[in-house]
Structures are given as structure tokens and as C-alpha cells.
């Protein structure tokens, strides 16, 4: 394991049960949607059946929101770009321990790979509009 990993194991972060490893209350699954396979390190896609379900399910486009914005948001993305996924980051719903971590997702490294960076009351507006690209 990287020592990030390592790190992460023995903190128990996003551990089954705790607060970071639990659905947020706003945002449990429904009845009938589909659930992804727990991911091993920090891809949403690397280890997972989420390409295959989002494919089977005529998805091509991504929303990002969540924890950690440098490894977890930023690897997930990278993934979900070059399988040809359109990805979308919400930058007011990802966080990171840092600043920092932050400013290198959003400044230097987001740019590179996301189809568009929004803030939620951008995205929702968008929705609200019918607009079909953000």
C-alpha cells in the first residue's frame, strides 16, 4: 500500500459505519437505483463495475461530488475522462483536508481533464433551464 492507503487504513477513514463511510441522509440510495461496487483505493472505476453498469445504462455523463478532491475526485475523473465519459465537477461539493489540495484540484489538474467545473447553483441552474451541456 502507498502510504496514503496506509494512512487511510489505519485512521479507519470512510470506514463502514462511521460518518465518512455512510450515505449523507440527502443523498441515500432509492428504490430500484443502481449501486456501485465498493472501489479498493481511489477510483470509482478502477476495480468496480461502474463502467460496465453506466454503459449497459446508456450513461455518458458524470457528475463529481464528494471527498477527496486531490485523490479520490481527481482520480475518478482522470478514469471516467478516458474511458469517454463527459465529466462535470461541483467544486462547493468536494472537499479535501487542505486548501491547498483544493487549489491543485481546481487550478492546475481539473482543467486538464473536466468537461466543465461548476458551483451547485450553477449546475442546478443549469438543470432548471433544460440545458443539455453545462
Not at 449501486?35 to 454503459?55: C, I, P, Q, Y
Not at 478516458?82 to 491543485?104: C, N
Request: with cysteine; net charge negative.
Amino acid at each position: 500500500m502507498s502510504p496514503c492507503q496506509e494512512a487511510t487504513r489505519k485512521g479507519q477513514v470512510f470506514a463502514a459505519g462511521t460518518w465518512g463511510g455512510e450515505f449523507h441522509p440527502d443523498f441515500q440510495p432509492r428504490e430500484g437505483e443502481l449501486r456501485v461496487h465498493e472501489h479498493w483505493s481511489a477510483s470509482g472505476f478502477a476495480n468496480t463495475d461502474l463502467d460496465f453498469l453506466l454503459k449497459q445504462h446508456h450513461v455518458s455523463r458524470i457528475v463529481l461530488i464528494g471527498m477527496r478532491a486531490n485523490t479520490c475526485i481527481e482520480t475518478t475523473a482522470r478514469f471516467a475522462q478516458e474511458l469517454g465519459y463527459h465529466v462535470t465537477l461541483i467544486k462547493d461539493a468536494i472537499a479535501a483536508f487542505r486548501p491547498e489540495e483544493m487549489q491543485a484540484t481546481f487550478e492546475l489538474n481539473a482543467p486538464t481533464y473536466a468537461h466543465a467545473i461548476l458551483t451547485a447553483e450553477e449546475f442546478i441552474s443549469g438543470l432548471s433551464h433544460g440545458a443539455t451541456s453545462p
